[in-house]
């Protein structure tokens, strides 16, 4: 479908439809937010952060999770959060987003409240790229997946799909059209996962992929971008037998790295 299209539901506004009620988030999912015969795997997973929200309202800032999409969700959902654990500085939360065709999206998410420490490391420095408004769209023509349309994208390195290009890497500056989901911890899950499996480069033509599982590790307390631009980096660092691994990293606009990520696709290719 072509990005572009004006009848769409912005993430504030679907965040704001959801109704709580029995523990669990309700919400419908419009045709908008959709990739293929399913919902957009990043919002998804975004849901399953939402949700956890409901456990508690002083749960510390999230620091990892893992994201298990193991059956298409559509239509009317609900998100079932589950506290595991919670101690002094962590709290362990499994949700399960499921809908009329049984569990869509199985997530585990770990909340950390910072403790001192005397280790500081970063070697994750950013690449050195055009600003967002000298790069090309991503999505060329306004063509896109339909989800797309929620979201600004610029390449800034790497390949498009089917190139083919020797190496299986993007890297794009992307953010949410909607302002309001820019600084949301949720919002930043939904963007992080915007991009193409990096495997794509290398299909000598077009065909179906689809995400099995996807591990997020956020780096700082509260991420933060000031022009609402982030810079993804994916690489795949293995592809056969229908599969594809790949590795994400994400910068502010200040060049701060603020999350790392992996991912396993299934390629029908």
């Known amino acids: 479908m072509a990005v572009g299209m004006t009848d769409t539901t912005s993430y504030t506004q679907l965040l704001a439809g959801a109704e709580t009620r029995d523990g669990r988030l309700h919400i419908d999912i419009p045709g908008d937010w959709g990739q293929g015969r399913t919902a957009y795997g990043g919002l998804t997973a975004a849901l399953c952060v939402e949700a956890a929200g409901l456990v508690s309202g ?27 654990r919670r101690g002094k500085s962590t709290a362990y939360i499994g949700v399960d987003l499921a809908g009329d065709d049984g569990i869509a999206t ?5 909340f950390g409240a910072a ?3 005397r280790l500081a ?5 950013a690449p050195e790229v055009p600003a967002p408004e000298a790069c090309a769209e991503f ?3 306004g063509i896109g997946p339909t989800f797309a349309v929620h979201f600004e994208s610029r ?29 949301r911890v949720s919002g930043l899950v939904a963007l992080a996962d915007a991009l193409p499996a990096a495997a794509l480069v290398l299909f000598p033509e077009r065909a179906p992929f689809s995400t099995a ?3 997020v590790d956020l780096l700082v307390d509260a991420p933060h971008s000031d022009s609402g631009w982030w810079l993804l980096h994916s690489v795949a660092d293995s ?18 790295a603020v999350l790392v990520a992996r991912q396993n696709v299934v390629v029908f290719i």
């Open 58 to 84: 002083d749960l510390p800032p999230l620091r990892s999770a893992q994201f298990a999409f193991i059956g298409p969700a559509a239509g009317r959902l609900h998100a079932t959060p589950t506290l595991l």
């Open 106 to 110: 199985r997530a585990m998410l770990c």
């Open 115 to 117: 403790r001192p420490s």
């Open 121 to 125: 490391y970063d070697a994750l420095p």
């Open 139 to 141: 999505f060329r023509g």
């Open 155 to 183: 390449l800034a390195g790497g390949a498009r799909p089917f190139s083919p290009a020797e190496k299986p890497e993007m890297m794009l500056w992307m953010r949410h059209c909607d302002s309001g989901a820019r600084d």
């Open 213 to 215: 599982t996807w591990t």
């Open 239 to 256: 592809a056969g037998n229908g599969y594809s691994t790949q590795a994400t990293t994400m910068w502010n606009d200040r060049g701060e």
